[in-house]
Nanobody, 126 residues
């Protein structure tokens, strides 16, 4: 079964940190560009970050400078390190992969994903 699995969510106070993981099962993550996106109840899906096959990354303005994405190919995993969390970061965070070498020009629209996970809940209290 080919899938991605997210983990690492939880509840933190504002200003805290969390590290999310996105692990590929049954395929090599380094062959895919990986996107992180989030969706809160009643809100639109929002692109958060992207890392391409070369390890280059980009971020939504709302998280730039606070979130950092990295690959760890030995683990077949992409990590999203989140610092200085704010209540508005509260959401379900998902990762997904696309079979191309480069990130989309904008994170405003999430492209069609090949695999994506069920998501992990992040809750930030004030």
């Amino acid at each position: 079964q080919l899938e991605v699995v997210e983990a690492g969510g939880g509840s933190v106070q504002a200003g805290g940190s969390l590290r999310l993981s996105c692990t590929g099962v049954g395929f090599n993550m380094d062959d895919y560009t990986v996107l992180w996106f989030r969706q809160a109840p009643g809100k639109e899906r929002e692109g958060v970050s992207c890392i391409n096959t070369a390890g280059n990354s980009n971020y939504a303005d709302s998280v730039d400078g606070r979130f950092f994405v990295a690959r760890r190919n030995d683990d077949n995993t992409v990590y999203l390190q989140m610092h200085s969390l704010k209540p508005e970061d509260t959401s379900v965070y998902h990762c997904g992969v696309i079979p191309v070498a480069f990130c989309p020009m904008t994170l405003a629209t999430i492209p069609r994903l090949t695999y994506w996970g069920q998501g992990t809940q992040v809750t930030v209290s004030s």
